[in-house]
């Protein structure tokens, strides 16, 4: 089982849709989680931190289940803007045990 | 507000030849990193340095070396590219080792023929 897993998509939605993405990690000593946007051709940026109680960003709600290991992104009322590829990041301790996932691409189209 | 700028922005190289990726960061953040994105592999780490004067290898730090001479500077080199080393490279930094909160640069595209 790879560490970090995410499906790569593509997901096509239409503007206005909720859209989830999913991401599986395997190391269960895993302490923090991130969730970053890339454009294409551009770099990776934070989206947001994951929090063990969920958080809630304007229309993205990230949320952890460490006993499934898997954490969440839910994006609302999908934006033109929103079109990105969104990766998942699990810290599992250490500069070097920060891995990402391979991406999960979405298009929103009008 | 600079962040982090990276040199060159694109390159085409001969291999053989040695390269060397430029990184500066003027937040002050003690950690850095490189890590080149390939298509359908993400984000893998190279090397790493959790403060100025320390260095770590990454998942894939072979044909690749890195200094940090002071807080600002992270330096990347190719001794000897080979093709298998085209890619896009990033260079990030953090505030502490080991937090997820990277702030990147926006990538050296490198090509080796």
């Known amino acids: 089982r790879k560490e970090v897993e995410q499906d790569p998509g593509p997901f096509n939605v239409p503007e206005g849709a909720t859209v989830a993405f999913n991401c599986t990690y395997s190391?269960?000593?895993?302490?923090?989680f991130f969730w970053y946007r890339q454009d294409c051709r551009k770099e990776p940026k934070l989206l947001m931190s994951?929090?063990?109680s969920g958080n809630e960003d304007g229309r993205f709600t990230a949320q952890l289940n460490r006993a499934s290991q898997y954490i969440s992104l839910l994006i609302r009322d999908s934006k033109l803007s929103d079109s990105a590829t969104y990766l998942c990041v699990v810290n599992q301790g250490g500069s070097e045990k920060l891995v990402f996932g391979k991406g999960t691409k979405l298009t929103v189209n009008p | 507000i600079a962040g982090i700028t990276q040199a060159p922005t694109s390159q085409i190289l001969a291999a053989g030849r040695r390269m060397t990726l430029r990184c500066t960061q003027d937040m002050r953040h003690n950690a850095m990193y490189w890590y080149r994105q390939d298509l359908g592999l993400g984000l893998r780490l190279i090397h790493y340095?959790?403060?100025?004067?320390?260095?770590g290898k990454g998942e894939v730090p072979d044909g690749y070396s890195v200094s940090r001479a002071n807080t600002d500077d992270f330096p990347l080199t190719l001794a000897s590219a080979v093709p298998s080393q085209t890619s896009v490279y990033f260079c990030?930094?953090?505030?502490?080792?080991?937090?997820?909160?990277?702030?990147f640069g926006e990538g050296s595209r490198l090509t080796v023929l």
């Open positions: 994951v929090y063990s």
């Open positions: 190391n269960s000593a895993s302490q923090s």
């Open positions: 990030a930094s953090s505030d502490e080792a080991g937090t997820g909160e990277l702030f």
């Open positions: 340095s959790n403060t100025a004067g320390t260095t």
